[in-house]
C-alpha cells in the first residue's frame, strides 16, 4: 500500500502534504495474658489430708471456623486539584491563540520574558494560576507565565515518535491513512483510553496516545 500523506515536522516546519503548519520554541513533554492451665486446688485440712480437687472435665473441641470473604477495600479517587482563579482542573491542556506568545518569569508585565512562543495551536499544560496570567510548559518543560488571552482552549497535540502511522480506525490493522513525523502539530479530535483522532490540512486519522504530547493518559474525548 501506498502512502501518500505524511505529516512531517523538518527545521521547526511541521508539513502535511497540502498543507503547512510551522513549529517553533522546541518541540510543541501508604498478651493475651497467658491463661495457662487452670491453677490446680489442693484443699489442705489442718492436719494431714490433702485431696486434689477434681480435674475439669475435658470440653469439646470447637469446630474450625473458615474466614468469610474478605471485604474489598474501598478504594477513593483524589480529589482534583483546581485552579483559584477559574476553577478548572490543574494540570489541563490549552493551545497557542495566536502567532506568539511572551512567556514571563512571573505573572505581570514587569517581568522578564523567559520564552516565546511562535505557532498558532502550539499543545501547552497550564500547572497554574494568578489573576489574569498562567503558568504553562511544552512538551519539553520550557515555559513561564502567559497572559490568559493568548490561550485557547481549543485542543490540539505534537507527535513525539517519528514515521508513525495514523489509520482510519482505531486499530492497529486498520488501513493507514498518513504517516506523521516527529514534532508534527495537530488538532486533536475524539479519544479513547488508548488512541487518539487528530487531523490537520484536511487528512486525519487515528494515532496511539503512547505518541502523543497534549492528551492525559487516561483521558477520553468523544
Sequence with gaps: MTVSKIFAAVSGIAILVGATWSVSGGNAQAT????????????????????TAPQPKPQPKPESVQPGPSTPEVQLAAPVAR?????????RYVSLKGGKGNARRGPSLS??????????????????????WRRVEDSEGQGGWIHYTLLS???????TQDMV?????????????????????????????????IEGGGADGWLRKAALWGVDPDETRD
Excluded: Y
Aim: overall charge negative; hydrophobic content about 40%; aromatic content about 4%.
Design 165 to 197: 502511522d495514523l489509520h482510519a480506525r482505531p486499530d492497529e490493522k486498520a488501513e493507514v491513512t498518513a504517516k506523521a513525523q516527529m514534532g508534527a502539530i495537530a488538532r486533536l479530535g475524539a479519544c479513547n483510553h488508548d488512541w487518539c483522532e
Design 32 to 51: 493475651s495474658k497467658a491463661q495457662g492451665a487452670p491453677e490446680q486446688t489442693t484443699v489442705q485440712t489442718s492436719e494431714v489430708a490433702a485431696t
Design 111 to 132: 517581568h522578564r520574558i523567559d520564552w516565546v512562543f511562535t505557532h498558532p495551536g502550539m499543545p501547552l499544560r497550564v500547572t497554574a494560576e494568578f489573576g489574569h
Design 83 to 91: 485552579g483559584p482563579v477559574t476553577h478548572l482542573p490543574l494540570p
Design 153 to 159: 482552549g481549543v485542543r490540539h497535540v505534537i507527535v
